[in-house]
């Protein structure tokens, strides 16, 4: 069965980085864009990044020019890099498979929390 597991979360000042990981099985990581989301507390989910199979990766507005998504299908892997984080970009992230699919599947999230 497919399992998405993130990891690399955790509090950090403004101006900080962090680097998610969310480490795929189950399925054939290769052939599939992966998605990073987040959740704000009392605010909508919002896509974050994706990154098609070939490691071209997209970005909202929002976080442009400060994350970056990579991908090792060597590893089943995929990572966010997010550089000079703001107060803005506390939520619970989230790992997605196919997310413009018919059928994501969502990893459990992980915090980040930036003060």
């Known amino acids: 069965h497919v399992q998405l597991v993130e990891s690399g979360g955790g509090s950090v000042q403004a101006g900080g980085s962090l680097r998610l990981s969310c480490t795929a099985s189950g399925y054939k990581f290769v052939n599939y864009c992966m998605g990073w989301l987040r959740q704000a507390p009392g605010k909508e989910r919002e896509g974050v990044a994706s990154?098609?199979?070939?490691?071209?990766?997209t970005y909202a507005d929002s976080v442009k020019g400060r994350f970056t998504s990579s991908r090792d299908n060597s590893k089943n892997t995929v990572y966010l890099q997010m550089n000079n984080l703001t107060p803005e970009d506390t939520g619970v992230y989230y790992c997605v498979k196919d997310p413009a699919g018919t059928g994501p599947y969502w990893g459990q999230g992980t915090q980040v929390t930036v003060s």
């Open positions: 990154i098609d199979s070939e490691g071209t990766a």
